[in-house]
């Protein structure tokens, strides 16, 4: 099994901060490339940040380029998404997933967090 779990959602304001979390398993945490997309009503899911496939660089959306970071704490099991100069465009259901990779043109995942909602007002 497979779980997924984020937190940190919530309401911010426009140009600041926010954390979300996602905790795995051990075994999860070792294995898969875990990384975030994010779907904002009435749009598609989006692609927000992952490990490239060698693990040495990572890939990000281009919405959010330059404004979030990611990183991991092995101890806890957990990686961070760290949501800098937030937007209202940034507002969204924000997923952790696992497993991501690159088919075709899209990055898709094995995997999925239930999500967490942030919501950046204006």
């Known amino acids: 099994q497979v779980q997924l779990i984020e937190s940190g959602g919530g309401l911010v304001q426009a140009g600041g901060s926010l954390r979300l979390s996602c905790a795995a398993s051990?075994?999860?945490?070792?294995?898969?490339?875990i990384g975030w997309f994010r779907q904002a009503p009435g749009k598609e899911r989006e692609f927000v940040v992952a490990?490239?496939?060698?693990?040495?660089?990572?890939d990000w959306g281009d919405s959010v380029k330059g404004r979030f970071t990611m990183s991991r704490d092995n101890a806890k099991n957990t990686v961070y998404l760290q949501m800098n100069s937030l937007k209202s465009e940034d507002t969204a259901v924000y997923y952790c997933a696992a497993g991501i990779r690159v088919r075709g043109t899209q990055y898709v995942a094995d995997y999925w967090g239930q999500g967490t909602q942030v919501t950046v007002s204006s």
């Open positions: 490990l490239s496939w060698s693990g040495t660089s990572t």
């Open positions: 051990r075994r999860t945490f070792s294995i898969y490339n």
